[in-house]
């Protein structure tokens, strides 16, 4: 149980484009997804945590008028880059958690996004 | 400010051997600490998690030790295998008020087992 699955899993866009990326809890109801951004060789960066009906706390430092996030339903999550530049190139993981505050975080397989 | 320190950043073990990474936090708020694997091109996965109450838990190969009042806690992966040459993170988790839930991730360590 608790699998939780990104899409896609790779995307090469065109700098100036936008690009979606859905996080979909499969058996499970997630209250509460975070986006992680990830460069090679480097830990994970947390980029914003979202309660589902509410709108993304983003951490500092992050463009939330860059990264869309959206949490409407209790299974689904979508990271929307806006916009995109090469240094925006990153590898983007999800996780998500059943209840709002406690419990262990599942994480997605993650997306490497690509901009040209 | 890195809540959570983790070394070493790299490791190359023999086949059989023993692996050990080591974490130490600086909060004391934190409730829970897991450690996550992760291979290339893949997201972490839960390997083994601690709470503070406890000093020691194992799990197959895999034993987590914690020393609550030196703020350290460690990884020990046993008769290490080709099989584990991954990244390794640890992290803690906040244990209230704004931090409440969020996991702090340490550096990693990419572990490499020759056969």
């Known amino acids: 149980g608790a699998v939780v699955s990104q899409h896609p899993s790779w995307v090469i866009c065109k700098s100036g484009t936008s690009v979606k990326i859905e996080c979909r809890s499969l058996d499970f109801q997630a209250t509460t997804m975070f986006w992680y951004r990830q460069f090679p060789k480097q830990s994970l960066m947390l980029m914003a945590t979202?309660?589902?009906?509410?709108?993304?706390?983003?951490e500092q430092g992050v463009e939330k008028d860059k990264f869309l996030i959206n949490h409407a339903s209790l299974t689904l999550s979508t990271l929307t880059v806006t916009s995109a530049h090469p240094e925006d190139s990153s590898f983007y993981i999800c996780s998500a958690r059943a209840n709002r505050d406690l419990g262990e975080q599942y994480f997605g397989p993650g997306t490497r996004l690509t901009v040209t | 400010q890195q809540q959570v320190k983790q070394s070493p950043q790299s490791l190359i073990v023999q086949k059989g051997g023993i692996s050990i990474i080591n974490c130490a936090y600086e909060n004391t708020a934190f409730d829970y600490f897991p450690w996550y694997q992760q291979f290339p091109g893949k997201g972490p996965a839960l390997l083994i998690a601690i709470r503070p109450d406890v000093s020691e838990k194992k799990e197959g190969r895999f034993t987590i030790s914690f020393n609550k009042s030196a703020k350290q806690f460690s990884l020990h992966i046993m008769d290490s295998q080709p099989g584990d040459s991954a990244t390794y993170f640890c992290?803690?988790?906040?244990?209230?008020?704004?931090?409440?839930?969020?996991?702090?991730f340490g550096r990693g360590t990419q572990l490499t087992v020759w056969p």
């Open positions: 992290a803690a988790r906040g244990a209230g008020g704004s931090t409440l839930g969020r996991l702090y």
């Open positions: 979202s309660n589902e009906g509410s709108k993304a706390t983003y």
